[in-house]
């Protein structure tokens, strides 16, 4: 079963506008993490947050952890056309295992 | 600098047919390796993984195998392809024995049965 569920689906923004997308996950976690995907490509890793971490950040990506309420948001600062992509939330089950479980995805459109 | 190979990038293969899709890692050792499969708007299933050499883990009961003949080549098979079969395969691999659990992908194989 899944074990990271994305929300929304789908968005669509204007360029320079910040999204937003939300992971929500069921059970307890060592790490999360968000990867990207461009349309037929393999995924990359952007950012990894542990689980006594609140705030992360890097360069125009800023992830938030909320363990208590069991849920991740991944924001995306002035985008860019070149920001489309979709992208995955993957959560660990146990500190040591690297099976990972990965979300549906929210696939972002940033339009020029 | 580590890197992850995987081919064929596409192929299309009728029903009961074999498969083949084979992933290899240069600049790294030991590391775990990962066959995830990505079925049209959906998320990544794993599949099987690997720690070691010949050492290979299922996730999901199917039609499919794993091998893993040397430290950094991981080879996924069928003897007899379903039309379920279809979709994005893609291989990665990690750290043995890392901190992060970050996975580094390759560009996958798209498979679609017919």
């Known amino acids: 079963s899944q074990q990271g569920e994305e929300d929304p689906q789908a968005l669509s923004i204007q360029e320079g506008e910040n999204a937003t997308m939300n992971c929500s996950y069921k059970?307890?976690?060592?790490?999360l993490q968000w990867y990207r995907q461009n349309s037929g490509r393999g995924l990359v890793h952007l950012i990894l947050?542990?689980?006594?971490?609140r705030e992360k950040h890097s360069g125009r990506l800023r992830v938030t952890l909320d363990t208590s309420k069991k849920s991740s948001s991944l924001l995306i600062t002035a985008s860019r056309a070149a920001d489309t992509a979709s992208y995955f939330c993957a959560t660990d089950g146990w500190a040591g295992s690297y099976q990972l479980t990965f979300g549906k995805g929210t696939k972002l459109s940033v339009i020029p | 600098s580590q890197t992850i190979h995987q081919w064929p990038a596409t192929l299309v293969q009728p029903v009961g047919s074999p498969l083949s899709l084979e992933c290899t890692v240069e600049g790294t050792s030991n590391p775990n390796l990962y066959w995830y499969r990505q079925a049209a708007g959906r998320g990544l299933q794993l599949l099987f993984y690997s720690v070691g050499i010949g050492q290979i883990s299922s996730e999901v009961p199917q039609n499919l195998s794993a091998s893993r003949p040397q430290d950094r080549q991981f080879i996924l098979s069928s003897k007899k392809l379903l039309l379920s079969d279809s979709g994005f395969y893609l291989c990665a691999w990690s750290v043995l024995g890392g901190s992060t659990g970050e996975l580094f992908f390759g560009e996958g194989s798209r498979l679609t049965v017919l």
């Open positions: 059970t307890s976690i060592n790490n």
């Open positions: 947050i542990r689980s006594n971490e």
